[in-house]
């Protein structure tokens, strides 16, 4: 992993690593976190009538190859809309994801379903990925799509497709990507590329991390 | 009955009503007569829509002999549509039916007349589905619709004239290329077809008719010049002092007893202002100031609901209200003979925009139209003396039409598909009877068809991508929902998507920018139709609302227009700095602010026409470099980004920008390296093909202009009232869409349309290279007040930003913080 580009974190006693390519590295269970892929969203569109170039799901897949094979990951989980709409389920889309899946066959894969999933029904049986409801328990984590809170466990979702403004001296201003670390939960970036994003109002004390092109960095706050 | 002379019978009309036609009109009719089409130029109020509706009449009363008694009654026994009568606002269209109905009565002539715009009710719609009246008033957006009916080549057998109304107002813009198409439809359904613009005089009056006409210039055509516009008197408010005035005060009602007085000299006053949260400001100061005037003064801008506006218009026209507050939804339609005093608030901007809204008063017999132009900031006091200078001297601003946007090309072609399909040959052909399509290549014409079918260019094929298909050599629509959506969109692609705005128990208030809406949250205060309202949601396409209690800590922070000062007034304002260079000031509003120009000149320096002022100031906001070209924002904006991005090559540095029609500002956290920046060439005008696209690159600009492409080419769909919910799983904003587009297919023209449009249309490129020559031989000025001295202190307090940088994203973020909860702006 390049680790100077990633950002390293110590969250309710585990080691979590930051990636560039929008995913968090859970170190000790070797897992690889990451939310809100949408999958053939750019399909859903093309099919409506509404053109959108193609290639943002080969992107996608090539980041997430770059992000497993720096980080050495055993296991994936995804927090939720793995497949953007039921219109979205293109040949070619599905067909990519296929082959990425035989590419790294010894990979655990997991959905904890979100929103999107419900109307998009889940990925096909052949991609091998177990489909589960939210939230989920692992160690003293609790994964789930939507922001979830339990007593004595850390939340990790998605849903929101977390970006922040910064702002600088000379009345500079930039919104930019990043991950969200409150004191109950940590909101992790859309992976997909070609999604929007809502801007977040961190509170005193949150920790945020930007990605900044080809590096992730902690902006403003304090510990947790 | 007898059978009369059409003309005669006319003229007798106008004479019942105690008119003389004018020989312009007469003119017109003959011409019409003849086969001719063409443009008619005339002030407002003097006659121009019976210029271009007296013709049809006479040609239909001669072809029918003269038999004004129909035998049989009835919408089915009227004619078939003849007349298409199109009006850039539908504000305009009841008022402008009312006045084409008038000869219909009188002269018993059995035609129906009807409205059609986004306010028609579906009541009447469905009636017009089956059979259109004879003469069908409607906006460019509503024909769109129509052309794109299963059965519109059944339509216009009959049709035989279309007027277009203010022309002026639409031509420049991409509605007026949207009509340019359809009329180009309309003139292969119908080839005998006469066409007629009607237009306020502008710069460029023979190019506005061949914009108009496109290749029918090879028929007959001619320009009509109506009656010559009244005296106009421009004076100005001038503020007691100066040195208490806000130098930036973009909202200040400072003036509002003068104004008070102002409108208690007269009969009936309009108030104008730049943009419609200044009108709900002065609508509030001067209840507040005068609450005995309650129903008797008004608001009116394009947001509010139509009821209210008629209510406003029929006030005026009565002479019942005291005073409107108005934005440029006023500027335009029939005249309100009542108002005897035009108040203009904030600079004009342009010669023909105080010309226009100065004709907007004064139309008793001997009357001199007048203005009186009310200062919200210092240096506007200059920019009257100017717009007055143009005046005097005749000088009116062109119009310069828009060259082959594929947006609307795209939008147009799925229309046409959708009503009844086309063969490429045939309809590449007709787009390019335009004037903004003649010169449109073979490989914008294929790339337009491939985007439309397939989604990109040939040889990036967009799979699963469906829109319009091709079907026996027709290139027609299938898809139902992709049919639904497009007209659903149509009417709301040109303009800014609009939402309702409603209160939660009650009625309907108007509609206001989405873009407005959207920076809202629940609970916020905001002024509209002169009413404090708390913002509740937004569901089913409308802003829900309740009453607030106060208007406290709420204005409307929507944009309006900010508008840009016109090259021909930047080029006035100069020559009367340098008249207060030589010490000369010349009239009352250049003595008032003699004052502050002085200030100018003892902190800094007031520029000479061949001299460049810079002005280096230091603050604790970091390190402001001023410049001064003078040239109106659009250029500065340009020049802005330019100047950063050269400077930004010399050593990493990032720049926050400002501009106005004064000058612009480049501030850093460190020094700019100026002097070496000038040594090496920061004016030259060489370079600009390389340069200035680099430094748009750099921008958010292109970002910013691709907004709007996205709307007009289909790919950002608002919805609609009663979408299924899968329609919002087809929403993503145009960011996503420039961001995707840039990343997967750099080579889509919509891109590169969204590059040339900043350049051409915002920056005004060919002017930007003008500027920079003349700058490039002035002597150029480097002054370092201590404080920031008055011309530069506008853009101090502006908060619209550009970035330029050279530095990397990392490099910039070490030094950033989060914007934490309340957060200032």
């Known amino acids: ?224 | 009955m007898t059978r009369v002379d059409p003309l005669v019978g006319a003229d007798r009309w106008f004479a019942s009503l105690g008119w003389r036609p004018f020989d312009y009109q007469r003119e017109v009719w003959s011409a019409f007569r003849a086969g001719e089409s063409g443009l008619v130029h005339a002030a407002t109020g003097t006659g121009k829509t019976l210029a271009a509706w007296i013709g049809p009449l006479l040609e239909w009363m001669e072809e029918t002999g003269g038999t004004t008694t129909p035998r049989r009654r009835g919408r089915a026994a009227a004619p078939p549509l003849r007349v298409l009568w199109i009006t850039p606002l539908r504000a305009l269209a009841a008022d402008t039916a009312e006045a084409l109905q008038r000869p219909l009565t009188d002269l018993e002539i059995p035609w129906t007349l009807e409205t059609r715009t986004g306010d028609t009710p579906e009541s009447v719609r469905a009636r017009q589905r089956k059979r259109l009246p004879t003469a069908l008033v409607t906006t460019p957006e509503s024909l769109s619709l129509l052309l794109s009916r299963e059965d519109s080549g059944l339509l216009f057998p009959e049709l035989r004239l279309v007027v277009v109304d203010e022309w002026h107002e639409l031509m420049g813009t991409k509605r007026g290329v949207l009509l340019e198409l359809a009329l180009a439809r309309l003139r292969a359904l119908q080839p005998e077809l006469r066409t007629w613009g009607l237009s306020a005089t502008i710069g460029n009056l023979d190019e506005a008719a061949e914009t108009l006409l496109g290749a029918y210039t090879s028929r007959p055509w001619r320009i009509v010049r109506g009656v010559d516009p009244k005296e106009v008197v421009v004076d100005t408010l001038i503020p007691p002092t100066i040195d208490r005035f806000p130098w930036a005060g973009h909202l200040g009602t400072q003036m509002l007893p003068q104004v008070l007085e102002a409108i208690e000299e007269g009969q009936s006053a309009i108030v104008f202002t730049n943009t419609r949260s200044q009108t709900e400001i002065w609508y509030q100061a001067i209840l507040a100031a005068r609450p005995d005037w309650a129903g008797l003064i008004a608001l009116h801008h394009g947001s509010l609901d139509r009821k209210t506006r008629d209510w406003v218009e029929e006030g005026l026209r009565r002479g019942t209200l005291r005073c409107v507050v108005a934005t440029s939804s006023l500027d335009l339609g029939v005249d309100f003979s009542p108002v005897d005093r035009v108040i203009q608030v904030g600079s004009p901007k342009g010669i023909a925009r105080l010309l226009q809204r100065a004709g907007r008063s004064g139309h008793r017999p001997g009357a001199v139209s007048r203005v009186t132009c009310v200062p919200t900031m210092a240096l506007e006091l200059i920019e009257v003396a100017a717009a007055r200078d143009g005046i005097e001297a005749g000088a009116v601003e062109s119009r310069l039409p828009v060259e082959r946007p594929l947006d609307v090309l795209v939008q147009h072609l799925v229309t046409v598909a959708l009503g009844g399909g086309f063969r490429p040959n045939e309809m590449l052909a007709e787009v390019r009877t335009t004037h903004a399509y003649a010169d449109l290549r073979g490989d914008e014409w294929q790339w337009a068809l491939d985007f439309i079918t397939r989604g990109g260019a040939a040889l990036q094929a967009y799979p699963e991508y469906s829109r319009v298909v091709e079907r026996d050599g027709r290139f027609v629509v299938e898809d139902r929902q992709v049919a639904r959506r497009h007209r659903m969109a149509i009417g709301t692609i040109v303009a800014d998507a609009h939402i309702t705005v409603q209160y939660l128990k009650g009625p309907r208030l108007g509609t206001v920018e989405e873009s407005f809406i959207a920076r809202l949250k629940p609970g916020d205060r905001f002024i509209f139709s002169g009413k404090p309202l708390e913002f509740v949601r937004v569901r089913d396409m409308k802003a829900w609302v309740r009453r607030a209690p106060s208007s406290k800590g709420a204005i409307p922070r929507w944009m309006g227009s900010r508008l840009p000062l016109s090259a021909d007034l930047a080029a006035l304002l100069r020559a009367r700095l340098e008249e207060a260079a030589r010490g000369v000031y010349r009239g009352a509003e250049m003595e008032a602010i003699s004052p502050l120009l002085e200030i100018q000149a003892r902190w800094s320096r007031i520029p000479r026409a061949d001299q460049f002022l810079i002005e280096r100031v230091r603050s604790r906001e970091g390190h402001h470099l001023y410049f001064f070209p003078v040239e109106g924002r659009l250029v500065h904006e340009g020049m802005a980004a330019l100047f950063a991005y050269r400077i930004s090559r010399l050593r990493p540095i990032t720049f926050t920008l400002a501009a106005n029609d004064w000058g612009f500002e480049l501030l850093s956290p460190e020094p700019a390296p100026l002097e070496e920046a000038l040594e090496k060439g920061l004016l030259s005008p060489h370079d600009l093909l390389e340069d200035v696209p680099a430094s748009l690159n750099a921008t958010e600009m292109a970002r910013r202009q691709f907004r709007e492409i996205a709307r007009v080419a289909g790919l950002v769909f608002a919805g609609y009232p009663g979408a299924p919910k899968s329609a919002r799983q087809l929403q993503a904003s145009s960011g996503l869409f420039f961001d995707v587009f840039q990343r997967y297919d750099p080579e889509n023209l919509l891109l590169s349309q969204a590059h040339r449009e900043v350049l051409e249309r915002q920056l005004e490129s060919s002017r930007l290279g003008r500027a920079l020559e003349r700058l490039s031989r002035a002597e150029v000025i480097v002054t370092e007040p201590r404080r920031t001295p008055p011309l530069a202190f506008p853009l101090l307090v502006d908060r619209t930003r550009e970035r330029v940088s050279s530095e990397s994203l990392g490099d910039r973020i070490r030094r950033m913080q989060l914007a934490l909860e309340r957060e200032a702006g």
Not at chain 1, 90 to 105: C, D, G, I, K, V
């Open chain 1, 1 to 224: 992993m390049t680790r100077d580009l990633a950002a390293r974190l110590e969250v309710a006693g585990e080691v979590l690593w930051l990636l560039p390519q929008r995913v968090a590295y859970w170190e000790r269970r070797r897992t690889l976190l990451l939310a809100d892929a949408h999958w053939g969203k750019a399909a859903a569109f093309r099919a409506g009538g509404i053109p959108v170039p193609g290639g943002t799901t080969g992107e996608g897949l090539q980041r997430l190859t770059r992000a497993v094979e720096e980080s050495g990951a055993r296991r994936v989980f995804f927090l939720g809309d793995f497949l953007h709409a039921r219109s979205g389920r293109a040949p070619a889309t599905l067909y990519a994801l296929q082959r990425w899946r035989e590419r790294h066959p010894e990979l655990e894969l997991t959905l904890i379903r979100g929103n999107h999933d419900r109307a998009a029904g889940d990925p096909p049986p052949e991609l091998g990925i177990a489909c589960i409801s939210e939230p989920l328990a692992e160690g003293p984590f609790l994964l789930a799509h939507h922001p979830t809170a339990a007593e004595g466990l850390y939340g990790l979702a998605g849903h929101v497709h977390p970006v922040v403004r910064l702002i600088g001296p000379a009345r500079q201003r930039q919104r930019l990507t990043c991950f969200w670390f409150g004191p109950h939960g940590a909101i992790l970036p859309a992976f997909g590329d070609f999604t929007g994003g809502g801007d977040l109002r961190p509170a005193p004390g949150d920790r945020v991390f930007v990605i900044a092109g080809r590096q992730v960095v902690e902006v403003g706050g304090g510990p947790i």
